[in-house]
């Protein structure tokens, strides 16, 4: 059945080129169940390869005709074939995580076929430590990062003895939603847009409170506070045209180690998390002698908490906006970059906590449209950037979870830098740990693995500085 692809799906077909493939990917690590044999993991890849019945999200791809008036629809792909989706990838001797990076970074840097369904995923042996990898890639406008992260959560257990959980691609027989489901999906944050735009009531209320909410947001862009929209941010080395190559380096560090910072200084696990990035990115431009005097700017989706009306929250739920924060780049002091970026997240949340919903959507939109004009009309270079990098947070299970036995032992995101953002930080927690992902074009971003050891830096210097 042919159906209409939404504008801001469509929006990521037609930005997608050979330099910016539009998917996103995941990265797993599985230990394997006591007493797996030599077969094991072909087991698991044949396992995961012969699931009889596909979900129809993982069925259909993408088509524009005449046909269509030139309109992207969705239709489903009448000859698919699940071997080309699902694969089984072999690490090269010594078998390190440094091999297995290389082998994500070289698979995140290929398009999707759009006369396909836009998925692959990866089982990948070798590792000598014996883990399981598997590398899964799906377009952006198939699902966006919270959503992968979702359907992921979907297929694992928290029993390790379970073994009848299906492939992420698996159809799962639908069941009938529970109340407090309900009446979380009733507030869903994605849905509140929707509903005020559905009445003409919520479309006056929201068009009254536009303008002010406008000038507002411009006010503290020309003042240099932080808002939605940024109109300081210098120019830096990842802000330049990008090629299709990718670099993908990823490292997690233990949630305690980082929540006894915050605790300590009164700041959030987000706050340390963005003080880590700053630093690390200090130090890096620092080694290439490319750091500029003004403060780096990062863009940080956040969400809005239901419970707590609309007070945004940069800890979690879903993004329907962004605080463009000043990370603090030009401070030496690691202390004071942690207390200049609190002050400024804390800034951004107020900022958006005044507007509603869809306020935020739009000057979030806004403050974003340097960085997707620019690109689109080949002005990198002439025009400013609105931000330096995108920085976002995807929580993830906070419990040990295991898919068939086999016990989950680390989740990391890879993400879509763009022309004129070179590099992109996107972080995941999960079972205690925070995960770090970095994805960036390998011939704009050079060295960019030496980013690990200055986050683990960082970790060490924030800790001194508070005395944890």
Not at 60 to 69: D, Q, V
Not at 120 to 147: F, P, Q
Not at 171 to 185: C, F, G, I, Q
Request: charged share 20%.
């Amino acid at each position: 059945m042919v159906s209409p692809i939404d504008p801001t799906s469509a929006a990521f077909l037609f930005a997608e080129n050979r330099s910016m493939p539009m998917h996103v990917g995941g990265l797993q690590l599985f230990k394997k169940p006591e007493g797996a044999g030599r077969t094991y993991i072909r087991d698991m890849y044949e396992e995961m390869r012969d699931v009889q019945d596909i979900a129809p999200l993982f069925l259909k791809h993408p088509k524009r005709s005449i046909g269509t008036a030139g309109q992207w629809v969705w239709e489903p792909d009448e000859q698919f074939d699940i071997e080309h989706h699902v694969r089984h990838s072999a690490l090269p001797k010594p078998g390190r995580v440094r091999e297995l990076l290389e082998l994500c970074s070289r698979l995140h840097s290929t398009r999707l076929a759009r006369e396909r369904p836009l998925w692959e995923a990866h089982v990948i042996e070798g590792l000598r430590d014996g883990r399981v990898a598997m590398y899964t890639k799906t377009h952006h406008a198939l699902v966006d990062g919270i959503s992968a992260m979702r359907l992921l959560q979907s297929v694992l257990s928290t029993d390790p003895d379970e073994r009848d959980m299906p492939a992420m691609w698996g159809a799962r027989p639908k069941r009938a939603k529970t109340s407090k489901e309900l009446s979380r999906v009733e507030q869903s944050l994605a849905d509140v847009p929707i509903q005020a735009l559905r009445t003409a009531l919520g479309i006056t209320a929201e068009a009254a409170g536009m303008p002010g909410a406008l000038v507002k947001t411009i006010s503290k862009g020309l003042k240099n506070e932080t808002s939605a929209l940024s109109l300081y941010a210098p120019r830096t080395l990842f802000n330049q045209n990008i090629t299709g190559s990718r670099r993908f380096a990823a490292q997690d560090w233990p949630i305690e180690r980082l929540r006894a910072i915050g605790k300590k200084t009164g700041t959030t696990l987000n706050d340390v998390v963005l003080a880590m990035c700053s630093g690390a990115i200090r130090t890096y431009l620092l080694e290439l002698d490319s750091l500029p005097e003004q403060p780096l700017v990062a863009m940080v989706p956040v969400g809005l908490n239901a419970k707590q009306s609309q007070v945004a929250s940069a800890d979690g739920g879903n993004a329907v906006g962004a605080v463009m924060v000043q990370l603090a780049t030009d401070l030496h002091d690691p202390a004071k970059r942690l207390a200049t970026i609190h002050k400024s997240m804390r800034d951004g949340k107020e900022a958006l906590s005044s507007m509603t919903p869809v306020q935020i959507m739009a000057m979030s939109a806004l403050g974003q449209a340097p960085a997707i004009l620019g690109p689109m009309l080949r002005m990198q270079g002439i025009v400013r950037p609105p931000y330096n990098l995108i920085i976002s947070n995807v929580p993830g299970p906070k419990t040990t979870h295991y898919w068939n036995g086999a016990q989950l032992v680390g989740t990391y995101p890879l993400s879509i830098p763009i022309n004129g953002m070179a590099l992109n930080i996107t972080c995941t927690s999960y079972d205690g740990n925070m995960a770090f992902g970095l994805t960036g074009c390998r011939r704009t971003v050079p060295h960019l693995q030496r980013l690990l050891n200055h986050l683990d830096e960082e970790v060490a210097a924030l800790e001194k500085a508070a005395g944890v």
